[in-house]
């Protein structure tokens, strides 16, 4: 389960996907309120006799097939020193293609 906002829990048992001792994983929860955005198990709902279980993330699939880019423009890029485009240069500190110019 996932929490997109704040969620009262009251006084049910839930395990949350912390940073603990043994490293990332569910540890119990001992708060009443938990923060949005935070993953947790309710533990009634784990069946009886389940002692542990785990993630496996060697066949997962990301959506990412393939990453496309254009190639560079043959035109400078120019900018100025807050990083704002410009058309072309001003008068002052410039940064053309990475590389600052100064125009009197």
């Given at each position: 389960?996932?929490?997109?906002?704040?969620?009262?829990?009251?006084?049910?048992?839930?395990?949350?996907?912390?940073?603990?001792?043994?490293?990332?994983?569910?540890?119990k929860?001992?708060?009443e309120?938990?923060?949005?955005?935070?993953?947790?198990?309710?533990?009634?709902?784990?069946?009886?006799?389940?002692?542990?279980f785990?993630?496996?993330?060697?066949?997962?699939?990301?959506?990412?097939?393939?990453?496309?880019?254009?190639?560079?423009?043959?035109?400078?890029?120019?900018?100025?020193?807050?990083?704002?485009?410009?058309?072309?240069?001003?008068?002052?500190?410039?940064?053309?293609?990475?590389?600052?110019?100064?125009?009197?």
């Amino acid at each position: 389960r996932g929490a997109a906002a704040a969620a009262a829990l009251g006084k049910q048992e839930v395990l949350t996907m912390q940073n603990g001792a043994n490293g990332v994983g569910f540890y119990k929860y001992n708060g009443e309120n938990l923060a949005g955005f935070k993953a947790y198990i309710n533990v009634s709902d784990i069946p009886s006799g389940i002692k542990g279980f785990a993630f496996d993330f060697e066949d997962a699939a990301d959506g990412i097939e393939t990453i496309e880019h254009s190639p560079m423009a043959s035109e400078q890029s120019i900018c100025n020193v807050a990083g704002q485009r410009l058309s072309k240069m001003q008068k002052g500190i410039n940064i053309v293609n990475g590389k600052k110019v100064i125009v009197k």
